[in-house]
């Protein structure tokens, strides 16, 4: 028996990586924006993880500033310990725990 599967269109659109990919291009330094927010930003709230995919996807001919973009608590992302160092130089402090501090950091969307 062939199982019906529906298809996230956009997972697979163009269209969304590059809205995706022009928010992250206007996060200035020292500033983060959550997954989250950049899925509500394009009407789509509740797809981080979608969002997530498209950042992993990023061509390598494209220079994004993916450092700043954190889960929702200000947690970065495990085993890519270049973000931290390029959020600290960019003058982005952790709290104790290592997670960015949103009330402080986080850019108005």
């Known amino acids: 028996m062939m199982r019906d599967y529906k298809v996230d269109k956009a997972r697979f659109s163009d269209d969304f990586r590059r809205s995706v990919y022009e928010i992250v291009a206007q996060i200035p330094p020292g500033k983060v924006v959550t997954y989250g927010e950049i899925a509500t930003l394009l009407g789509m709230p509740g797809r981080s993880r979608l969002v997530g995919k498209a950042l992993k996807e990023v061509p390598p001919q494209f220079s994004l500033p993916c450092h700043r973009v954190v889960n929702a608590a200000g947690r970065l992302v495990p085993g890519w310990a270049e973000q931290k160092e390029l959020l600290l130089a960019e003058g ?8 960015v501090d949103l009330k402080r950091f986080r850019m108005k969307t």
């Open 92 to 99: 982005v402090r952790l709290k104790a725990n290592g997670c």
